[in-house]
């Protein structure tokens, strides 16, 4: 299994509140992304980074924000959650090119009251 | 506009048969690839089975074959001889060379196979 962790792995905020999600890999790959997963929607792409402090925004980007300050931690932040944020967040990894699987991490359920 | 359809919102399958996820895919990109993911009810994405654009054979993984149909956009997913542990969601996705090689994933279609 590929080395990626998410923390935290459940979450209960309220609305107004910023919440920060972490991602963590040990696989040294270059590629890190924010998806969210709704009933109805399949996974959608909020952000990714191709690399220590590049990133660019994904189909569903407002309300969030990224940092990555360093190669193996990728931070998703709502500056302030809104219940509409209720969902399920995945981290992914991945190599550079088309035919290179993309590795998901456990997930964090988000649930904003 | 929508890039990966999956149009079976649920299927059901017998044990021991095959059974076939229908997925179609948009893009203009001449080189993508396609792949499918299996999301039991535990929640992780697990990957069953690539295939690139320009690949002339169609992908297998073991029992997990890939139908790929080039000028219909069409990457079907064929399970043969159907377990019961098989029973999921299934997401078809595509990746293209913009968006830092992220996913595009369709809705997903739920299997059941029953006894």
Redo the contacts between chains.
Sequence with gaps: DAGITQSPRHKVTETGTPVTLRCHQTENHRYMYWYRQDPGHGLRLIHYSYGVKDTDKGEVSDGYSVSRSKTEDFLLTLESATSSQTSVYFCAISEAGLAYEQYFGPGTRLTVT | AQK?TQTQPGMFVQEKEAVTLDCTYDTSDP???L?W?KQPSS???I?LI?Q??YDQQNATEGRYSLNFQKARKSANLVISASQLGDSAMY?C?M???N??????????TSLLVTP
């Design positions: 990966i080189s993508y690839g792949f993911y929640g992780e994405m990957f690539y690139g654009s997401f996705a990746r293209e060379g968006s830092g090689y992220a996913l595009n994933f369709g809705k997903g």
